[in-house]
């Protein structure tokens, strides 16, 4: 079983910056990918980023050159770096892990970005 917990949503002015984490416990060995999915209303999910245990990233190509993926293994945990916030970038982000001996992947309960105009 993998446990992640999301934090640091919240509301800012376009223009602005946040930086989103995802802790993640459990059985962290076998996690292979890391990433983050946002759902705006009335939209469908998309993946926002997503890296590897291997470091590679990967963008959706309306974040591409604002938003930043990392991870610190130290601290099992991932981060996303959002600056030149957009008012289509609302949305809740969701963060998820995936193992590579398990089919499912595990979610967090969301964190909610709201970027005023």
């Known amino acids: 079983q993998v446990q992640v917990v999301e934090s640091g949503g919240g509301l800012v002015q376009a223009g602005g910056s946040l930086r989103l984490s995802c802790a993640a416990s459990?059985?962290?060995?076998?996690?292979?990918?890391m990433g983050w999915y946002r759902q705006a209303p009335g939209k469908q999910r998309e993946l926002v980023a997503r890296?590897?245990?291997?470091?590679?990233?990967n963008y959706a190509d309306s974040v591409k050159g604002r938003f930043t993926i990392s991870r610190d293994n130290a601290k099992n945990t991932v981060y996303l770096q959002m600056n030149s916030l957009k008012p289509e970038d609302t949305g809740v982000y969701s963060c998820?892990?995936?193992?590579?001996?398990?089919?499912?992947?595990?979610w967090g309960q969301g964190t909610q970005v709201t970027v005023s105009s």
């Open positions: 998820y892990a995936h193992r590579f001996d398990w089919p499912v992947a595990s």
């Open positions: 890296i590897t245990s291997g470091g590679s990233t």
């Open positions: 459990g059985t962290i060995f076998s996690i292979d990918v």
